[in-house]
């Protein structure tokens, strides 16, 4: 048992994460692991850059899954790593924030903005402390 924030921040496997909270998951081969810095290929070819938490022994070339929080996907703004670009599908304005439906050519990701897309595309930002890593089962 764990308190409903560390549940949410620190979810023990998928099926926690996907319990607790919009979250998207993409499917991903680790490339590179320094320390608790692990380096996942996506399935187009992109690279994300994550800082593992979750204490897990991970080896090279393991499939995993990644899995982000609507809510901690950023509009990429000059960034240059973990940047991704994806087709709008779907916008749901919800009052305070709009929810976006995105296609990556590789998977769909739930992405929240505080402003409507001016276009029907968007490049978007993970940030490395935001990315969980589950292992693909």
Same mark, same amino acid.
């Given at each position: 048992? #764990?308190?409903?924030?560390?549940?949410?921040?620190?979810?023990?496997?998928?099926?926690? #994460?996907? *319990?607790?909270?919009?979250?998207? *998951?993409?499917? =991903?081969?680790?490339?590179?692991i320094d320390h608790n810095h692990v380096?996942?290929?996506? #399935?187009?070819? #992109?690279?994300?850059?994550? $800082?593992?938490?979750?204490?897990? %022994? @991970?080896?090279?070339?393991?499939?995993?899954?990644?899995?982000?929080?609507?809510?901690?996907?950023?509009? %990429?703004? =000059?960034?240059s790593e973990n940047i991704l670009n994806? %087709?709008?599908?779907?916008?749901?304005?919800? =009052?305070?924030? @709009?929810?976006?439906?995105?296609? $990556? =050519?590789?998977?769909?990701?739930?992405?929240?903005?505080?402003?409507a897309s001016p276009s029907d595309s968007?490049?978007?930002?993970?940030?490395?402390?935001?990315?969980?890593?589950?292992?693909?089962?």
């Amino acid at each position: 048992y #764990a308190p409903p924030q560390e549940l949410y921040t620190n979810p023990a496997n998928q099926f926690v #994460a996907e *319990f607790i909270g919009a979250t998207s *998951f993409l499917k =991903g081969a680790i490339a590179a692991i320094d320390h608790n810095h692990v380096t996942v290929h996506v #399935a187009n070819g #992109a690279i994300l850059r994550l $800082t593992d938490r979750s204490g897990r %022994a @991970w080896m090279e070339n393991q499939d995993v899954i990644i899995a982000i929080r609507s809510e901690r996907v950023e509009k %990429a703004a =000059g960034q240059s790593e973990n940047i991704l670009n994806a %087709a709008i599908k779907v916008s749901t304005y919800l =009052g305070s924030k @709009w929810q976006h439906e995105v296609d $990556t =050519g590789f998977g769909r990701l739930k992405v929240e903005t505080v402003d409507a897309s001016p276009s029907d595309s968007l490049s978007l930002y993970l940030p490395p402390d935001a990315i969980l890593l589950f292992p693909q089962e």
